[in-house]
């Protein structure tokens, strides 16, 4: 299918009811059928139609851009005095190219149970449940603490400079009484030796961009070539495919590790206790099976090759080759750990510059998080809520410049075979439509009883 960036591809016009908060599913199959693949992006029309979707509840929105088709939304409901909490979610979506889907990635199909499309776990349906509790305040008159604010946004997928950044150092009046905020991801089932963990993401890893570039001479491809620039750069490939960068307890991985080691029996404790230490760790690795990548990277500062380049003709060897590196770090890591650290690995045969570095969140307030676990453990009996260090980095680091504790809570019931991370960015991704529903009504119940800032 091909489509204008940010068109509607919906059969005829956008459904615009307020009541589709009551059919949080359907509210996602709309967002779905919106193209707002990035690059370029073209938010625009997703965010208007969400902005008519709640003028028909009555709510007013404002759009904020640093290019016009590019906007974020925020709308605020008044409250008590108590501190603003925020829901806030991402509209744009990582392309679908050269994938095979079952159904058109943006026709918002349901089937077997499932709303299929791009977006549907990252991060449209979290939108959804956001956009329906919010909708539902309003609805059902229920008395706020404090103001609710709801902020879609535009580029996370791209690193948020045309949303939350800009709206954070722009404006940042908008959320001068928001202490705490929900967003992506968490508070979704991760089992473990048997039980069901519930992690809800209070911290993330960092985004640092590395290119590691190579110079030899050049000449022609005709006579041998040996040490040159792009045999330079392929030992360097080889060696960041085969090894790992060194290990790291930090103190939020550590609570982390702590509190769901409280939860599982004593054998899967041990384990998790055995990740604390840099002599037990790849053993602890081994025996966590499916789930060691995830650890696995909560351990150690990330750094995986993304683009290569060197050369532009056929027979001639090239005098530089270059590959780009997306790192991320764990809390506390700085650009110059990761920089010395790939220094140090790759040797002095290339050259690490960093390009780019996010400082994400310094501190971890766990404030909300005794009322994230009480809604989960209410909406699933069997649920086991653990606080969570998320291995990427999402725009909860945007907001944390200016002391906004963001969780990761798009809560959704998702069956025990359903691998969630297979999906995410990839074909056929796809969300339970009762997974929608129990997110929608968990989020509405934490609007409903949040009392503000917890001292």
């Known amino acids: 299918m091909s489509n204008h960036p940010g068109e509607y591809v919906g059969d005829g016009d956008p459904v615009v009811d307020a009541s589709l908060s009551d059919r949080p599913a359907e509210l996602l199959q709309e967002l779905i059928r919106f193209d707002t693949t990035n690059p370029p992006g073209a938010e625009r029309s997703c965010i208007e139609w969400a902005a008519d979707l709640l003028a028909d509840a009555g709510i007013d929105s404002e759009l904020y851009a640093q290019n016009p088709d590019r906007p974020s939304l925020v709308a605020r409901i008044p409250g008590g005095d108590s501190p603003a909490l925020m829901l806030y979610g991402h509209v744009d979506v990582v392309p679908t190219s050269d994938q095979d889907w079952t159904h058109p990635p943006f026709s918002g199909v349901e089937e077997d149970g499932y709303v299929w499309g791009r977006g549907a776990l990252d991060m449209k349906s979290g939108v959804a449940m956001f956009v329906a509790a919010f909708l539902r305040a309003t609805q059902e008159e229920i008395d706020l603490a404090g103001d609710l604010v709801l902020c879609l946004l535009a580029d996370e997928e791209a690193g948020g400079d045309e949303g939350a950044a800009f709206l954070v150092e722009e404006h940042p009046e908008l959320f001068e009484d928001v202490e705490y ?236 075979d359903f691998d969630f991370q297979s999906f995410v960015h990839a074909a056929d991704e796809r969300i339970p439509v009762e997974a929608v529903e129990f997110g929608t009504d968990a989020v509405y119940d934490v609007v409903r009883r949040y009392e503000g800032a917890v001292e």
């Open 181 to 416: 905020a929900l967003g992506e991801f968490g508070g979704y089932p991760m089992e473990l030796a048997g039980v069901r963990l519930y992690p809800v993401q209070v911290n993330e890893k960092q985004v640092c961009w590395v290119r590691v570039s190579a110079t030899g001479q050049a000449g022609h491809a005709s006579r041998p070539s040996r040490g040159d620039a792009v045999g330079r750069i392929g030992e360097a490939l080889v060696t960041l495919d085969r090894e790992r960068l060194p290990y790291h307890l930090t103190p939020p991985v550590e609570e982390m590790l702590d509190r769901m080691a409280d939860e599982v029996d004593e054998e899967a404790a041990a384990v998790l206790r055995g990740l604390k230490d840099p002599d037990t760790v790849d053993d602890s690795l081994a025996a966590l099976g499916d789930e060691a990548g995830t650890f696995e990277a909560l351990l150690h500062n990330t750094a995986n090759a993304t683009i290569l380049r060197g050369g532009d003709k056929i027979n001639v060897v090239p005098a530089s080759a270059e590959f780009t590196v997306d790192s991320r770090l764990l809390p506390g890591q700085t650009d110059e750990d990761v920089a010395t650290e790939l220094r140090d690995l790759l040797g002095d045969g290339v050259s690490v510059d960093v390009e780019r570095f996010e400082l994400g969140p310094e501190e971890t307030d766990l404030g909300m998080f005794p009322l994230l676990d009480d809604v989960l453990r209410d909406a699933d009996e069997a649920a086991v809520p653990v606080p969570y260090v998320l291995p990427a980095a999402t725009d909860g680091r945007i907001f944390a410049r200016i002391g906004i504790q963001s969780y990761g809570f798009t809560p959704m019931n998702l069956p025990s």
